[in-house]
Antibody, heavy 119, light 110 residues
């Protein structure tokens, strides 16, 4: 069974940093592109970032470009999101999600990790 | 900046049929944009219903179907049930690794 489990969420002050992790199991991790998607309370889903299966290609939304970095460690079946210079508007549930193959929208989702940016 | 549009809300009677749509500001939605549909209930992660326009995810009942209608992607629910009352999101793949979500449709079954 495919499983994605996020960790690392929490409360951080504006301007601070946080790193989210996602542990993947049940599939050959390095074959699939992976996404981060977020959802602010009461708001719509927002695509954040994508990384290719080999980790060589990354893409990010304009709203996080230059502040957030997606990465992966295929030896550990893990996906990461390093978030720097956090703003109050970054407060959201962050979901790790698996693409069906290459860079296509996600089809398998984790349960999410809550990041709260507040002073 | 590309905007993906969905109806903000829709209602359907139990047993009825409803079609939700997903448009794009740049023109027409085609299969090349790999339209994908999700269902989300409060407090839960999204559940994938349809991917690549019309492929049902594992375990999704055939009451849910995806298509292209005119210049939009469409999600049709036939024989609506009470537990179909949820938020529905579409997403389009815009190329260069970028996906764009719509604003979601709140479906009421009454």
């Amino acid at each position: 069974e495919v499983q994605l489990v996020e960790s690392g969420g929490g409360v951080v002050q504006p301007g601070g940093s946080l790193r989210l992790s996602c542990a993947a199991s049940g599939f050959t991790f390095d074959v699939y592109a992976m996404h981060w998607v977020r959802q602010a309370p009461g708001r719509a889903l927002e695509w954040v970032s994508l990384i290719s299966g080999d980790g060589l290609r990354t893409y990010s939304a304009d709203s996080v470009k230059g502040r957030f970095t997606i990465s992966r460690d295929n030896s550990k079946n893990s996906l990461y999101l390093q978030m720097n210079s956090l703003r109050t508007e970054d407060t959201a549930f962050y979901y790790c999600a698996k693409a069906p193959g290459a860079a296509r929208p996600p089809t398998i989702w984790g349960q999410g990790a809550l990041v709260t940016v507040s002073s | 900046q590309t905007v993906v549009t969905q109806e903000p809300s829709f209602s359907v009677s139990p047993g009825g049929t409803v079609t939700l749509t997903c448009g794009v500001s740049s023109g027409s939605v085609s299969t090349n944009l790999h339209p994908t549909w999700y269902q989300q209930t409060p407090g839960q992660a999204p559940r994938t219903l349809i991917y690549s326009t019309n492929t049902r995810s594992s375990g999704v009942p055939d009451r849910f179907s995806g298509s292209i209608l005119g210049n939009k992607a469409a999600l049709t629910i036939t024989g609506a049930q009470a537990d179909d009352e949820s938020d529905y999101y579409c997403v389009l793949y815009m190329g260069s690794g970028i996906s764009v979500f719509g604003g979601g449709t709140k479906l009421t079954v009454l």
